[in-house]
């Protein structure tokens, strides 16, 4: 832990906070406006990576079955090997470092600070366990185990759910410090 101290005490100057925002948000912009469309429109529906409730066997059988070879190759590289990996690591990184800069600058002792600053990156490994069966899932589609699919699901609903953890606390650390800053210069 005193490693990602030191990391994140790094990463959470404002110009490094603004890069890293910039870097993950770029390449989410990417995805959304590039790469995740071209999928998606030749299969007819969402991908696995953005359905934020998971999947039933059905709907992935369905999604596998709509693959063809030229789209599980663009599936694999740039989405799977390429942005979803950068991805996940350079918002993890913002989450956390960010984070770190509101519960410092907010001067409130948390106990849970360790296990805050590590649910982004909780959620960036959920992310890569995703990406991992739907690697295999996509290239195995027809003997894709029905457990696999499940266990994929589930990576993504708990990829979502830490994300939205991370998000919460920020906006909350955000509104504590803002409340705090205006009732010391109202009183002061």
């Not at 409730?53 to 079955?65: K, M």
């Not at 409130?108 to 990156?121: A, E, V, W």
């Amino acid at each position: 832990m005193k490693n990602i101290n030191h990391l994140l005490k790094r990463t959470s100057t404002p110009k490094n906070l603004l890069f890293l925002f910039l870097i993950s948000h770029t390449i989410f912009w990417f995805m959304i406006s590039f790469s995740l469309p071209k999928i998606n429109s030749q299969i007819g529906d969402k991908v696995f990576d953005i359905r934020p409730f998971g999947y039933s066997i059905i709907e992935a059988r369905t999604i596998l079955s709509n693959l063809n070879e030229e789209t599980i190759n663009f599936y694999i590289f740039p989405q799977l090997s390429f942005l979803d990996i950068l991805y996940p690591f350079f918002l993890a990184l913002f989450l956390s470092s960010l984070l770190f800069r509101l519960i410092n600058i907010s001067e409130l002792l948390i106990r849970s600070k360790s296990i805050l600053l590590m649910i982004p990156f909780i959620a960036m490994i959920f992310d890569y366990l995703e990406n991992f069966c739907v690697l295999y899932m996509i290239t195995h589609t027809s003997s894709t185990p029905n457990v696999l699919i499940h266990m994929s699901s589930i990576f993504t609903i708990l990829k979502g759910v830490s994300t939205t953890i991370a998000w919460v606390s920020i906006l909350l650390f955000s509104i504590t410090f803002t409340r705090t800053k205006i009732l010391k210069r109202k009183f002061n």
